[in-house]
């Protein structure tokens, strides 16, 4: 099983991003995206379901962030819009052990199994 993220960058102030995820070797699972900053914990960006519905968002998270994914391809997206600086961070893509996102813990992280090394989103001011 293989995680591999792409599409990160450096942005300005007021820009977007999409970032995908690759997803071989395994279908039917949640994918989550997280997101680590310099110095910070890793904070639990968005999950959505194997099926594409429901997805979850982050409690720091609002709607500047859109999870979405295809199944044909096995690709999970993040579209980032209106980055601050404060979204600069590494964001990973993960791969649950199961099909559906727990909605009160899947932000911890502790259910999803394979991680991709992550995607550098870098923004200024």
């Known amino acids: 099983v293989q995680v591999m993220e792409s599409g990160g960058g450096l942005v300005q102030t007021g820009g977007s991003l999409r970032l995908s995820c690759t997803l071989s070797g395994l279908t039917g699972a949640a994918m989550g995206w997280f997101r680590q900053a310099p110095g910070k914990e890793r904070d639990g960006v968005s999950c959505i379901h194997a099926s594409g519905h429901p997805s979850y968002y982050g409690n720091s998270m609002n709607d500047r962030f859109t999870i979405s994914r295809d199944n044909a391809k096995n690709m999970v997206y993040l579209q980032i819009d209106n980055l601050k600086p404060e979204d600069t961070a590494l964001y990973y893509c993960?791969?649950?052990?199961?099909?559906?996102?727990?909605?009160?813990?899947?932000?911890?992280?502790?259910?999803?199994?394979?991680w991709g090394r992550g995607t550098q989103v870098t923004v200024s001011s």
């Open positions: 993960a791969a649950g052990l199961y099909n559906y996102c727990l909605r009160d813990s899947w932000s911890r992280g502790d259910t999803f199994y394979y």
